[in-house]
């Protein structure tokens, strides 16, 4: 069930754009052999994945193993130092990258009010409109602040802004880099909420988080990283209950593996 | 001490008796120095975006270029300017030495390296910032620079208060270019330094008092601006 406050944000053609796989043609997402290195340093080290249309997608693994990387690869912010990204057979490109999104841990808000934040995009996509602006913060709950300098939004606020952002430009694909790590529970369970309403309208959602409980009930499949490379790709329900790696299993135990 | 004290019993008769040639020795002043600072923030804003936003080979020289410029001797300024628009140069044509026109050329030259390189650096920080959001939402580089000047707006202020000082203060390039001529190319420096080489040294002081009162209050404005900006946009 929908929440009856969650408002269909893509606009006229909300019902062939609820329909699963929107975005289908920009998948599979396929790393062919990807790796990248910085200073000399390898930290990804030939990454072979693909990943399908459907559900959402979390990565988990230890700090350093990657992770951000990885979706920064996919996400197309850094060009791989060797090997291939690309999206149902084209290559990473702008054309791409305009159907995707990205919220990031830290969120990185115009100086300027909540709303100007909103228009900020709307005007970028070429469809600026103070009643979808009205709509997207009414969806975020953040109606009430939309004079407010974004900057002065508590932290939750901040990365539900940052999210409402994120999904008006209608992604296909939505990416999140550990949203929650500096959120209450109530803050997380919001932008949980807002990140799902979004996945069962068909945007794809890959995002990583060390939550546990989040991955749990967010997560339809999951890619565990370690060291740069992918350990394991798995259905949600066989990596919680059955994980195929002893580093998978060690991490899940939390215990610290190196 | 008694040229001191003269000087501000000079200053204070010619600012309540509103000295007409006073008025417009200030007037034309500003008119100057508001002016070259319009045209050099025009130019040094969008300069300073580009380089802050862009890569480019050769990108390092340019701004060991641009800040060195910073320190450039007015006098020397002058005297290019003086060179280029005179009638041997090669825009004597234009008939602007020793007009108004020509000092606003000068100064513009003067602050247009010091706003192109204070923005290019207050805009790469605050670029380190908002580069991969950018990146991810594709925003074209124009637009980036665009958003990134808006963004720095209040900081920038600061900037453009930077080149005003520099060009109200400077006397020797508008020395040169305008030649001091009386109701017509005189301003505030321009006058302090005739006064002071006549020996009238209570009407120098006097204007130097105005010239810093002047600044002062466009500082303090300034600041009072950014005071309510930031606690407004937390800039």
């Known amino acids: 069930m929908r929440p009856a406050n969650v408002v269909d944000l ?7 754009a609820s329909a699963p796989g929107a975005g289908a043609d920009l998948f599979p ?29 979390v990565i988990m693994g230890p700090n350093g ?12 912010l850094i060009d791989p130092s060797g090997g291939t990204v690309s999206w149902g057979g084209a290559g990473m490109g702008e054309a791409v990258r305009k159907r995707q999104a990205m919220v990031f841990q830290r969120p ?3 100086r300027r009010s909540v709303a100007a934040n909103i228009d ?31 900057r002065l939004l508590s932290g939750g606020e901040q990365q539900r802004l940052a999210m409402a952002r994120a999904l008006a430009t209608e992604p296909d694909v939505l990416f999140m880099d550990e949203p929650t ?25 890959i995002f990583i988080t060390h939550d546990m409980g989040q991955a749990r009930r967010l997560a339809d499949e999951v890619v565990f990283v370690h060291k740069g ?16 790696s002893t580093e998978a299993g060690d991490y899940m135990a939390g215990k610290i593996i190196l | 001490m008694q040229d001191f004290g003269a000087a501000f019993l000079t200053a204070f008769d010619l600012l309540i008796g509103a000295d007409a040639d006073l008025l417009e020795i200030i007037g034309l002043s500003l008119r100057v120095s508001i002016s070259a600072l319009l045209a050099a923030g025009l130019i040094g804003l969008s300069l300073g975006a ?34 280029l628009l005179s009638n041997a140069g090669p825009f004597g044509f234009l008939g602007l030495l020793y007009t108004p026109e020509a000092m606003i050329i000068a100064q513009a030259i003067l602050i247009l390296p010091i706003i192109a390189a204070l923005s290019r650096q207050l805009i790469e920080d605050l670029h380190a910032e908002y580069a991969e959001q950018f990146r991810s939402f594709c925003v074209p580089t124009g637009r980036m620079m665009m958003e990134l000047l808006w963004d720095a707006r209040y900081s920038l202020l600061t900037v453009m208060l930077a080149g005003l000082g520099r060009a109200m203060a400077e006397v020797g390039a508008v020395i040169i270019v305008g030649g001091n001529i009386n109701h017509l190319t005189r301003v505030m420096t321009t006058t302090i330094a005739l006064e002071t080489s006549k020996g009238d040294l209570a009407l120098a002081l006097g204007l130097g008092i105005v010239l810093l009162s002047i600044a002062i209050a466009i500082n303090a404005g300034v600041m009072a601006l950014n005071a309510t900006a930031k606690r407004q946009a937390y800039a």
């Not at chain 1, 290195?37 to 459907?54: M, R, S, W, Y």
């Not at chain 1, 500096?182 to 996945?199: H, Q, W, Y």
């Not at chain 1, 490379?229 to 195929?244: D, G, M």
């Not at chain 2, 990108?59 to 410029?69: A, E």
């Open chain 1, 229 to 244: 490379k992918v350990l394991e790709h798995s259905p949600a329900e066989t990596f919680f209950t059955q994980p195929a």
């Open chain 1, 120 to 150: 900020f995009v709307l005007r970028l996509r070429g469809r600026a409109d103070p009643a979808r602006r009205q709509a997207i913060l009414d969806h975020a709950g953040l109606a009430a602040h939309a004079d407010q300098p974004a």
């Open chain 1, 65 to 76: 193993a990657g992770k951000s990387l990885l979706l920064r690869l996919m996400h197309g």
């Open chain 2, 50 to 83: 580009a380089l802050a936003v862009t890569r480019f080979p050769g990108r390092g020289i340019v701004l060991v270029i641009v800040n060195s410029m910073m320190g450039l001797p007015p006098v020397v300024v002058g005297l290019v300017v003086y060179m």
């Open chain 1, 108 to 110: 990185v808000l115009l």
């Open chain 1, 181 to 205: 790590s500096n959120l209450d529970p109530a803050s997380t369970l919001v932008i949980e909420e807002i990140a799902k309403a979004a996945r069962d309208r068909g945007t794809k959602i």
């Open chain 1, 10 to 16: 893509r606009g006229g053609a909300a019902s062939d």
């Open chain 1, 29 to 57: 997402l396929v790393l062919d052999d990807v790796s990248f290195q910085a200073g000399g340093t390898v930290l990804i080290k030939g990454i072979d994945l693909t990943l399908e249309a459907e559900g959402a997608t």
